[in-house]
């Protein structure tokens, strides 16, 4: 993830000593800064790219909005990669169920049992599960209520262009609207500094694409998508930004037509700062990128938005449409106080202050040379409960062999591994103390990110 320097400029932080980072209070204002900016829905999947970690797919339950339709779906692969099993129940009994070749994320179930989503064929970070030199394929898929496909849209993953980041294509998330026949797929942009989505919309009876469009806040370059939700009883959608203006962060609202245009919007200032109360603050901002602002749209015809610098519900009602030549006029209604829930806290756990029993005392004896036969090539160790050490060691054409050594490098016996059965391919060896004078290695193929081409 890039972070270019003119962004820190612009907030009034610059780095003027090497020890900066060492401060406490200035990392956290850097924190504050990154998740700031447009590109803050990105930093997580940075920090899972730089922790070399994938994202685990569990298997997960959906349901339709009224509850009348439920999906299960158990995927074949730890990281989502490859097929799925997949069930739909309505009221207890199956409508239908089966293996689809993707395993669908953020899934959206309508109430005529249409089922919608998007899988990656190697894993969100690409990841091929055969180590392929690609980043496998974005998939966008349609299931229509007899368990029939009507949508499986394949498109190439390519690496980012900025370092440490996923490949593109990268779902933000999805959007069903039933009642406007309407399913899209919210991207982010290959850009990250641009912090804009790209909507992929689909007819959702049909599978039709409808294109793809670019989104952007129409009065301004600082403000990056939350949220999107339709508002019943309407064609529209609403979309929550979170807005960046220094020094304040602001909560944006606006009402979207299917062309993606504007047709409402207001801006609430400072509705995410908290002044004097920093911990606080981050709190607020941390609850909001989570869950967002926009209360309920289930309402015919109206909204509800959470204003947090007043602590109150704040209700919409929309009028308009064809009626009165495609005008949409948006009132407030009313307000109500409404308090967020407190995040629970974790008790702090026991601590004892007995003081350490001496169990005795050493001198560091002069250097001594290096026990060459013993101390060479280890690739890893432990300890067993007489405090000897197994040695893990390489040896030659790949093989491996263990020593165990008292704690003073005495030799105890040593013997060769029988060799892994994965050829040439590179291994994760390790060892550990069992019980008595038994000890386990393991070993298992690494799993290389591909680097495409």
Known sequence: MIMPLRVFRQRGLILRRPNDFCDVKFV????????????????????????????????????????????????????????????????????????????????????????????????????????????????????????????????????????????????????????????????????????????????????????RRALTAEDTDTASPIRAVPVNGTPLILVEYWRWQPPDMNARFALLDHSLKEVWSTTWRRDYNIDGGEEAQDQLRDRILAEGAIMDTSGSNQFELFSANTSERVTFVVRGGPAIGNKWVVSEV?????????????????????????????????????????????????????????????????????????NDGRLVREFALPRPGFGKSAVAVHCTWVAGDRWIVTWAPKEKRSLGG
Do not use: C
Request: proline content about 4%; aromatic content about 10%; overall charge positive.
């Open 28 to 211: 956290r204002k850097i924190i504050r800064i990154i998740f700031s900016l447009p590109l803050f829905l990105t930093a997580a999947h940075a920090v899972a790219s730089l922790s070399g970690s994938q994202a685990v797919v569990n298997p997960s339950t959906y349901r339709s909005p009224s509850g009348k339709f439920v999906l299960k779906m158990e995927p074949s692969d730890l990281y989502g990669r490859g097929e799925a099993d997949y069930r739909l129940t309505s009221g207890g009994s199956v409508v239908w169920e089966g293996k689809k070749p993707f395993t669908l994320r953020e899934v959206g179930v309508a109430d005529d049992g249409s089922v919608a989503g998007y899988a990656y064929t190697h894993g969100e970070e690409g990841f091929s599960e055969k180590a392929r030199r690609d980043m496998g394929q974005f998939i966008v898929a349609i299931i229509g209520p007899t368990g029939a496909v009507r949508l499986k849209e394949t498109v190439h993953r390519e690496m980012s262009r900025f370092p440490d980041d996923l490949p593109n294509p990268l779902a933000r998330g999805v959007l069903m609207d039933q009642a406007n026949n309407l399913f899209v797929v919210r991207l982010r942009d290959a850009d990250l500094n641009r912090g804009r989505e790209s909507w992929w919309m689909y007819e959702l009876a049909s599978g039709k694409a409808l294109g």
């Open 334 to 406: 009313s307000r109500e106080k409404q308090q967020i829930a407190k995040v629970a806290t974790e008790a702090p756990l026991p601590f004892r202050t007995n003081a350490l029993k001496l169990l005795g005392t050493f001198t560091l004896e002069n250097d001594q040379t290096a026990r060459n036969d013993v101390f060479r090539d280890v690739t890893g160790f432990g300890f067993d409960d007489r405090d000897r050490i197994g040695l893990l060691r390489n040896g030659k054409d790949g093989n491996y062999n263990f020593a165990l050594i008292e």
